[in-house]
Every structure is written in structure tokens, then in C-alpha cells.
């Protein structure tokens, strides 16, 4: 698990939680309609500024992945609320509307309130805040507990190896990588971390990756997927929502991210933000901080410092 975050994910959770609203200050900030993986991350921008102005931060607005019969139309619709108190609940005066205008300042980590924080890199900031953000709603957890039973009663087998191909609309910011990058990689994690690893958990909205796989390496190994509509090229994830339900493609996307941080170690392309989702989530969630994760497009490496969470990171939202 990263250094301090049972610590920090209980502060952060009572920060988040006063006993009462009235006396407090906010950071509102609407939902940043892209993919899931995507709006969290952008949401953790806003965290971390709000938290360095002593603020509450509060979500509002309707996010387009939301399904019809949810009140809400944001974030909570599939996760936690992030705090105790509403935009209702406070005078206009106590709130600041966020904008791309408050994206990390390069003096907000001197203004953070807990020394033993504030030399963490913005990864592990990164990481904290995706981990508290993407705390599961009980209807969402009790679908994802079920399908994992259905799909696998007895546990993932062990070790694993998680496989993200990210390939459809992704192509508008970075260059789409083949299956045998990503093959390769699995292999170098076999030969040199899990050397009894035959299983492989394989997430991607292209079927001809599925098929690929299949076709070429199934005698390497066994592939575990879910059976859902995939749609070849280059359609957005909310084009296809909209053609098969918006509600079903998000608990389809929600099943195979908590099932790839359940792996023991994992492939992808760090330039996606689903891939990124996984990786924080796997060094907090799952207690495996230390566990081996290859990212094929070469944009923005892992590394272990101290224990302490740190990549390299662009400004892809």
C-alpha cells in the first residue's frame, strides 16, 4: 500500500465530513463530462487545490454517463457522496466555483495543512484522491461483488496478469498500440516476477482484440473476458452507451477496472486514464503499491521511490 494512506484517506474523509456545515467553506466544481477515468482525475486536480485552500470540495452537475432514473445526474450516481453537506445546505458566500483557473498552483503543495504530505509527489496525491472519489455506491458494489462471483467462484487464479487495451476513440490523443506490445510485456512480467503466471484478465472495448489474443496466443495463455458488446473503430464509449444503455456499459466498464486491480500485476498505457485508474487504485485499493506494472506507449513510466507513489504525468485529462 502507498506510504500514509490509511492515514490519509481517514483525515481526508473526516475533512470531508464536519459535523456541521455551517462555519465551513466549499469548492464547488462541475463534472468534467468525459470518460469515467477522465473526470475522476480531473475531480483530483480540484481536491487538491481545495484541500490546500482548507475548502470542502463538492461536485455538481450532470455527468453524461449518468442513467436516466438517477436524482443525482452526477458522479454519486455510481460512487459515494464526497462529503456530508450540499450545495443547499451553505450561503452562496461560502462557496468557490472552481475553474481550469484553480488547477494546481505551483505553491499549493507549501499550503497543504499536514507537513508529513506535502514532500509526496503529485502522483500519490493523485492516487489518494481516485481512491477516495471512486468509493463504490452499496448498489454498485453489490453488482460487482455478484458478477465477480458468477465469473470466477473461486477467486482470480494466482497471479494473474491484468491487460487493458485501450484502443477506440483514444486514437484523437495518443497512438493506439498493438496486442503483441502489450503480449510481450505480460511475458516479461511471467519471466520475471510471476513465473507460474498463465492467467490473463483482458479489458478492452475493440473485439478484435479479443480475438486476436485468442487466435495467437492462446497456447501462452488462458484469457479471461467479459461477454459484451464491442464495437470496432473509432466510436467514443458514450456513442456506444447510447446505442446499448448508458447504465449497463458503465457497470461493464466498473466490473473489468475492479477486476484488473484485483491482478497481480499489470499492462497498459499510462496515457489513458482508465490505465491510470487501475494503477492508483491497485497501490491503494488493493495494497499493491509494490506490484509490477508495465505501461507499452513509453509516455509516462513507473517507478518506486521510498515506498512512495510517483510517475510521470501530462496533462492528458
Avoid at 31 to 59: C, D, K, P, Q
Avoid at 224 to 239: D, W
Amino acid at each position: 500500500m502507498l506510504l500514509h494512506t490509511k492515514q490519509f484517506q481517514a483525515w481526508f474523509w473526516h475533512h470531508q465530513h464536519p459535523p456541521t456545515c455551517h462555519d465551513k467553506q466549499f469548492f464547488l466544481m462541475g463534472t468534467h463530462n468525459s470518460g469515467i477515468g477522465s473526470a475522476i482525475h480531473v475531480l483530483t486536480e480540484y481536491a487538491l487545490r481545495a484541500m490546500a485552500l482548507g475548502h470542502i470540495l463538492l461536485e455538481m452537475g450532470r455527468f453524461h454517463f449518468s442513467p436516466p432514473d438517477c436524482l443525482n445526474q452526477g458522479l454519486e450516481c455510481y460512487f459515494l457522496p464526497l462529503a456530508n453537506c450540499t450545495v443547499k445546505d451553505v450561503p452562496v458566500a461560502q462557496i468557490h466555483y472552481g475553474s481550469e483557473k484553480d488547477w494546481t498552483s505551483t505553491d499549493t503543495h507549501a499550503r497543504l495543512p499536514f507537513p508529513p504530505y506535502t514532500r509526496m509527489h503529485k502522483s500519490w496525491w493523485r492516487a489518494q484522491f481516485a481512491a477516495y472519489i471512486a468509493r463504490p455506491t452499496p448498489k454498485l458494489s453489490e453488482y460487482l461483488i455478484r458478477k465477480r462471483q458468477e465469473l470466477f467462484p473461486n477467486g482470480l487464479a494466482r497471479h494473474t496478469i491484468g491487460i487493458h487495451v485501450r484502443h477506440g476513440d483514444k486514437f484523437h490523443e495518443a497512438n493506439p498500440q498493438p496486442l503483441p506490445k502489450y503480449m510481450r510485456a505480460a511475458m516479461e512480467l511471467r519471466l520475471q516476477r510471476y513465473p507460474d503466471a498463465r492467467h490473463v484478465w483482458l479489458s478492452t472495448e475493440d473485439p478484435l482484440v479479443i480475438q486476436e489474443a485468442e487466435e495467437r496466443y492462446s497456447d501462452q495463455w488462458q484469457f479471461n473476458y467479459t461477454n459484451f458488446k464491442r464495437v470496432q473503430g473509432s466510436l467514443a464509449i458514450i456513442e456506444l452507451a447510447q446505442q446499448i444503455g448508458i447504465e449497463n456499459t458503465v457497470l461493464h466498464s466498473m466490473l473489468n477496472l475492479f477486476l484488473a486491480v484485483e491482478t497481480a500485476g499489470g499492462v497498459g498505457t499510462l496515457s489513458s486514464n482508465w490505465c491510470r485508474l487501475i494503477h492508483e487504485l491497485r497501490a491503494t485499493w488493493a495494497q499493491k503499491a509494490n506490484s509490477a506494472y508495465i505501461s507499452v506507449d513509453g509516455k509516462a513510466p513507473c517507478r518506486w521511490i521510498d515506498r512512495r507513489y510517483s510517475i510521470q504525468i501530462d496533462n492528458n485529462w
